[in-house]
């Protein structure tokens, strides 16, 4: 017997959007949008202030540690214990600042009150000015084109008068980053106290633990590396100092200050000693020039490995990506920056890491009558 041919299934209908669903999906694709245009022109048209609220950040990190400190051995409140570091800290900077500052200023002054008899002298081949113009046959040169330079140097666009605009800036920016940190010095702890409540108890506990590990690699490696500068300094005065070189407190303060700098910093701060000595004399230059090689050769492989082995190490393809990144964000101050924030980074990752292969073990890891951590709850 023939069975029946199965019947035809019935066409389906697709059920219509509702308009409401519809209108609910575009409104929110266009909130979004918005949002985000919306928030990126307010970081970019405040992307300075951002910066200098990162920068302060920054040094409160650094200076925590010794304001727990003082803290803790003198039981005093946390204002005054705050206001003793950020004073020590100002008086040091301030005074290395003076150090370095004054004889150039000293130098700047006394060739603005010279120079115009030394543009006198200029004119008519006198001088040691003159004499080398003379030499040089580009007398006549600077007699065309004198007053254009003249005018130049005292134009409203020109460079005495950026270079003053941009002392100017950045005194401002220093007191403002001076001042945010001491207020975010103050408020550490109603800060992270706010921040933990956001989070359960133990998620708490473990962010707490990762920042204070964070916050321990930025404050040794800008430990480290000011002991290292100040080590760089005391060498290289000792060695200019010993063969009478010109200038040679400046010049080693110089170095010091630019040894901070990751990489580049050691021969940044040799080039102008090395440069003076080679004035003074070329036998000189040269001895200069084989003992910032050995030292830094000494500092790479011995004070590098020793100060900084319980501090955060990077690899040096990670300290090359994180400089040039830090140059491309803030320039110089992002080449100091980027090292410390990137140990910090490196922490945070290396705990997620750590963490989430936990969880993985954990899961393919259990017993018959056991559940899997990855399972349990969330408290």
């Keep these: 017997m023939i069975s029946p041919p199965d019947p035809a299934p019935e066409p389906t209908t697709r059920a219509p959007v509702p308009v409401r669903q519809f209108a609910a999906f575009w409104v929110i694709g266009v909130a979004v949008v918005g949002g985000t245009l919306i928030a990126w022109t307010l970081i970019a048209s405040l992307a300075t202030v951002i910066g200098l609220v990162v920068v302060a950040a920054f040094f409160a990190i650094v200076l925590t540690p010794a304001v727990d400190a003082l803290q803790a051995r003198t039981h005093v409140r946390r204002g005054i214990a705050t206001l003793a570091v950020f004073l020590a800290g100002v008086v040091i900077v301030g005074s290395l600042t003076y150090a370095f500052a004054r004889p150039i200023y000293d130098a700047s002054s006394t060739f603005t009150r010279d120079l115009p008899h030394t543009i006198h002298d200029a004119e008519?081949?006198?001088g040691e000015?003159?004499?080398t113009l003379r030499d040089l046959g580009a007398q006549d040169w600077v007699r065309k084109n004198l007053p254009k330079i003249q005018s130049s140097l005292s134009s409203a666009n020109g460079p005495l008068v950026t270079t003053g605009k941009a002392l100017v800036s950045g005194v401002v920016a220093m007191v403002t980053v001076l001042v945010l940190s001491f207020l975010?010095?103050?408020?550490?702890?109603?800060i992270t106290a706010f921040v933990l409540g956001l989070f359960p108890e133990r998620r708490a506990t473990r962010i707490r633990r990762v920042g204070q590990d964070a916050a321990g690699a930025v404050?040794?490696?800008i430990t480290g590396n000011l002991v290292i500068s100040l080590i760089a300094g005391?060498?290289?005065?000792?060695?200019?100092?010993?063969?009478?070189?010109a200038f040679a407190f400046v010049l080693a303060l110089w170095v010091a200050f630019a040894d901070l700098l990751p990489l580049v910093g050691?021969?940044?701060?040799?080039?102008p000693a090395i440069f003076v000595a080679f004035l003074q004399s070329p036998g000189l230059g040269i001895a200069?020039?084989?003992f910032f090689v050995a030292y830094q050769a000494f500092e790479n492989h011995v004070l590098q490995t020793t100060i900084m082995a319980k501090t955060v190490k990077l690899n040096p393809l990670g300290v090359l990506l994180a400089v040039l990144v830090g140059v491309e964000l803030a320039g110089l101050l992002g080449?100091?920056?980027?090292?410390?924030a990137a140990g910090a980074i490196q922490v945070v990752v290396r705990d997620v890491w750590s963490e989430r292969s936990q969880s993985v073990k954990h899961a393919f890891s259990v017993g018959a009558d056991e559940q899997p951590e990855a399972e349990l709850p969330d408290p």
């Design 124 to 126: 008519r081949g006198r």
């Design 129 to 131: 000015v003159g004499r």
């Design 184 to 190: 975010i010095l103050m408020q550490t702890p109603s």
């Design 219 to 221: 404050s040794g490696y």
């Design 234 to 245: 005391i060498a290289i005065y000792t060695w200019l100092f010993a063969f009478g070189v």
């Design 266 to 271: 050691a021969t940044i701060g040799a080039i």
């Design 288 to 290: 200069t020039l084989i």
């Design 335 to 340: 080449a100091l920056l980027a090292i410390p």
